[in-house]
């Protein structure tokens, strides 16, 4: 059994900060659970271009309000009991009108080390990504 509490998570390598999110990494590849489990927090006033080539994703938000804008799609607004899931890889924008927290699951799980790229990707696994360099 595996117990966990966001405290232990805090301030961690597996809190990872970027000037748009902040994503607590509470489950992760190496728990062995298939899937990673993330409580996330979108920041007010950003917007983040996102692709999970690699991954589908489901979202469900708890606090705060935003959108999620599919590229070539619809815009979608986002408050506390939202739920949306990646499941065809769309690209998108997602965007913060005030902090938005999220719990975040993906599949296949995370490692922990992903932020996405230029085109806002997180690779199929992080050991290949470096190795590209």
Same mark, same amino acid.
């Given at each position: @059994?595996?117990?966990?509490? !966001?405290?232990?998570?805090?301030?961690?390598?597996?809190?990872? &900060?970027?000037?748009?999110?902040?994503?607590?990494?509470?489950?992760?590849?190496?728990?062995?659970? %298939?899937?990673? @489990?993330?409580?996330?927090?979108?920041?007010?006033?950003?917007?983040? !271009?996102?692709?999970?080539?690699?991954?589908?994703?489901?979202?469900?938000?708890?606090?705060?309000?935003?959108?999620?804008?599919?590229? %070539? %799609?619809?815009?979608?607004?986002?408050?506390?009991?939202?739920?949306?899931? !990646? &499941? %065809?890889? +769309?690209?998108?924008?997602?965007?913060?009108?005030?902090?938005?927290?999220?719990?975040?699951?993906?599949?296949?799980?995370?490692t922990g080390r992903e932020v996405?790229?230029?085109?806002?990707?997180?690779?199929?696994?992080?050991?290949?990504? +470096?190795?590209?360099?």
């Amino acid at each position: @059994m595996i117990v966990k509490h !966001l405290e232990q998570v805090v301030h961690t390598q597996d809190d990872v &900060d970027t000037p748009t999110w902040n994503s607590r990494r509470l489950l992760l590849e190496k728990d062995g659970m %298939g899937f990673s @489990m993330h409580d996330t927090i979108i920041k007010a006033g950003t917007e983040t !271009l996102i692709w999970y080539k690699n991954h589908v994703e489901a979202v469900y938000c708890i606090e705060g309000e935003g959108e999620i804008e599919v590229i %070539g %799609g619809q815009t979608y607004p986002i408050r506390p009991g939202t739920l949306y899931a !990646l &499941d %065809g890889h +769309e690209k998108h924008y997602l965007r913060g009108k005030t902090d938005m927290r999220m719990v975040c699951v993906f599949n296949p799980p995370l490692t922990g080390r992903e932020v996405h790229d230029k085109d806002g990707v997180y690779p199929a696994s992080v050991e290949a990504a +470096e190795a590209r360099g």
